[in-house]
């Protein structure tokens, strides 16, 4: 399917924003790992999470999470301290998701992983069993996911776990986000060192969690309210937290250079409140941002600075290259189609300097990945009629969006591709 999409004239609409995938699929680990009885509330209903649902409770022989890199990176170190034998597999592109860093860590620590397939590459077979821990090295410019799925397993091995982490730490923001959801449950985990994370052999406790809404989902918003020409629009946003520990909750920062500012219905801690985006003059020409620590918000900004004319140069975007898709590359491609030339540099940067190109207009391609589609959508302020192909992709992060689209006055039109059924939207 096809979707052709007009913006909003005039916002004045409030969201209910997914609940953090992030939080959520730490949360199901953890409580698993707790042996909890009440699952934690207001989980997501993406699709990241459905799988790591439905594999904690039905616990397959084959387990296929899908696209899902986070329960990859998760559900493999939960499967290898627990016992049974599982094979755990995924989409055609999951199969070309580096994971060996991983499972030579778990190894290490005595886990029992084969490769069914390629060697580095799922899928997996792993024999769960007891652990006993102890100290593991681990680079740390490796995705964060990979630290993180260790680090839950800790309270549950003998000895505990001292994870020495070397080299430049990419997307510390997630490893202080998974380090802060097991103190929620109980653990005794904290950073001893600037380069080491020490988790003690305690046992999570289980208890009553509600998960807070999605600081990455906001950022579509906060980018639609950017690129609107309606100096009257007013979005609100519900169930975030001041003091949010989610990482991309930076958003609300960056984009206040853009000329989006933020303001909290509740400043109290760890309670969810509304916020409300409203739009001030930007003049800012030229942004330089390091996206190391929440990488996911990089295609939001490159999106947006090109609609403003903003230039930029954004660093720190090596982990692009190894998630859904290559975003690097996908971010040059579809760009070029509205007449943008981005350049990259050191697999790791993107560089806009002000160029453009003749604008073919072609339907912009998803790639599989949920953060093209969500992150052009608001384009559509400068390019009315802007196509977005395989818009059904959102559903891995934010099932609603279009629906939510639609609420705030967008237009969507849909189009079949050859062989499809009747369109629902």
Known sequence: MTYTIKGSAHLDTTIKLPASKSISNRALIIHALAEGKTLPDNLSDCDDTEVTIAALKNMPEEINIKAAGTAMRFMTCYLSVNEGEHVITGTERMKHRPIGILVDALRYLGADIEYVGKEGFPPLRI?????????????????????????????????????????????????????????????????????????????????????????????????????????????????????????????????????VKTHFESKKQGVPTTVTLKRHPCLLPRLEYDFSGSPDLAQTFVVCCCMMDIKFHFTGLASLKIKETDRIEALKKELRKLGYVIKDANNSELIWDGERCEASMEPIDTYEDHRMALAFAPAAFKFPGLKINNPEVVSKSYPRYWEDLKKAGFNLTPTLSEGEGEPTA
Request: proline share 4%; hydrophobic share 40%; charged share 25%.
């Open 127 to 259: 024999k769960g069993k007891a652990l006993k821990g102890g100290h593991l090295d681990i680079p740390g410019n490796v995705s964060s996911q990979f630290i993180s799925a260790l680090l839950m397993i800790g309270p549950v091995l003998k000895n505990g776990l001292e994870l020495h982490i070397t080299g430049e730490i990419a997307s510390r923001p997630y490893v202080d986000l998974t380090l802060w959801t097991m103190r929620e449950y109980g653990a005794d985990a904290e950073w001893t060192d600037v380069d080491t994370v020490t988790v003690k052999p305690v046992p999570y406790k289980d208890r009553e969690y509600y998960i807070e809404s999605d600081w990455s989902a906001s950022s579509y918003w906060y980018e639609i309210m950017a690129l609107c020409n309606d100096n009257e629009a007013s979005i609100k946003l519900t169930g975030l937290m001041d003091g949010s520990k989610q990482g991309d909750s930076v958003v609300r920062y960056i984009f206040s250079l853009l000329g």
